[in-house]
């Protein structure tokens, strides 16, 4: 599986939502059995988490499988905690046997909103 590069745009106060949809030579890539991990940091080095997400229930990353789609969601409640500017990102899918499989990276900006509710 190629690597899909997605960068993020985030506004401060708000509820980010990204649906991707996963393909290989136009075709989704079936998810069956994977759970996706999402970590955003400072650097791919860096041991500093801003968030952290997966496809486990409640946990940001609802899952169509055998679409090879999911949506990304984010609750103003924790875009609002937000101090960073920009940090990177990536995504991991890994099935129970211990397959992992890097399918998606980018870079992440906030925007900052003056209002606050």
């Given at each position: 599986m190629n690597v899909?590069?997605?960068d993020l745009v985030i506004l401060n106060n708000a509820t980010f939502q990204a649906s991707v949809?996963?393909?290989?030579d136009e075709i989704p890539i079936d998810l069956t059995?994977?759970?996706?991990?999402?970590?955003?940091?400072?650097?791919?080095q860096s041991s500093t988490i801003y968030f952290d997400l997966s496809?486990?229930?409640n946990q940001g990353i609802v899952l169509d499988p055998t679409a090879g789609k999911f949506t990304i969601?984010?609750?103003?409640?924790q875009t609002s905690t937000?101090?960073?500017k920009d940090?990177?990102?990536d995504m991991v899918a890994k099935k129970a046997d211990g397959t992992q499989l890097r399918a998606m990276e980018g870079d992440?900006?906030?925007?900052?909103?003056?209002?606050?509710?």
């Open positions: 899909t590069k997605v949809e996963l393909k290989e059995g994977y759970t996706l991990y999402l970590q955003c940091r400072p650097s791919y496809s486990l229930p969601t984010i609750p103003a409640s937000f101090e960073f940090a990177v990102y992440v900006f906030i925007d900052f909103g003056a209002t606050h509710i």
